[in-house]
């Protein structure tokens, strides 16, 4: 799978995909991030992105022109195995349903955001869709942008070691948090891993699991517990 980032900081994702699963996955040829200056798509001697909003107001926005030719040029047409994202506080919520959606695609492109943010014709007319990583605001879309990267490569097939990871973790097909887990030692300042855990009992092993993940799944997220009951 493809990634293609549009951003006037590339040199921001020297670090997110140099690290772990994504860099393995990136040298193993599963997946490829290409990181594209949106200044490239500039004419003038300053090579401008931005401009001042129309109707006056605070800071300056991302023009619609370069990030169109931007993504005129990497998707030259539509095609349902290609998506084009605007990362953006107005989108709607990233979620583990969303990458596992985008996990089926062949490239996703995705454009970052800076300063106040983008001329609003790039959502309506060029964006598939306008995507948030949570409520708040973020100074640009690069951070969003690296979540959502490795959100969806480590589902495709091939980059996690062990496949069952991806299936037994929280918001998995099941909807629920995953469960609590301890390592060695057995006992550490007083505390103690559950009984059950090191009994060998497989079969008990995995009902404590699924009861100890809905209870936390109760305690911290009870909302995803609603969502199952619809
Ligand atoms: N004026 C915008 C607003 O109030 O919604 C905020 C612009 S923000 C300072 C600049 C850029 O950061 C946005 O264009 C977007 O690309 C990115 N950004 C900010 N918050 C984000 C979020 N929660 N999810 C995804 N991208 C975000």
Redesign the pocket.
């Known amino acids: 799978m493809k990634f293609h980032i549009v951003t006037i900081f590339p040199d921001f994702f020297r670090g997110p995909f140099e690290h772990g699963v994504i860099q393995k996955a990136r040298e193993a040829g599963l997946i490829e991030i290409q990181v594209h200056d949106l200044r490239t798509w500039t004419y003038d001697r300053h090579r401008t992105v931005d401009d001042r909003p129309f109707g006056g107001g605070e800071g300056m926005l ?1 023009k619609a022109a370069p990030i169109f030719e931007a993504v005129e040029a990497l998707r030259p047409k539509r095609s349902e195995g290609v998506k084009v994202i ?6 709607k919520k ?1 979620d583990q349903a969303k990458a596992r959606e985008f996990s089926q695609l062949e490239e996703l492109l995705l ?8 001329d609003e014709r790039v959502a309506e007319h060029l964006a598939e869709e306008e ?11 690069e951070l ?1 942008a690296a979540v959502v990267v490795d959100a969806v490569a480590r589902l495709k097939a091939g980059v996690l070691g062990n496949e069952n990871s991806i299936v037994d973790e929280s918001f998995s097909e099941e909807g629920l948090l995953d469960w609590p887990h301890y390592t060695r030692p057995a006992e550490f300042r007083g505390w103690k891993v559950p009984e059950v855990l090191i009994g060998g009992n497989h079969e008990e092993i995995r009902k404590w699991r699924r009861s100890a993940a809905r209870e936390k799944t109760q305690r911290q997220r009870p909302d995803l517990l609603e969502g199952l009951r619809k």
């Open positions: 991302l605007l990362l953006s506080a107005q989108g990233f454009i970052c955001g800076r300063y106040e943010g983008v995507l948030s990583i949570g409520d708040y605001v973020l100074s640009g879309g969003a």
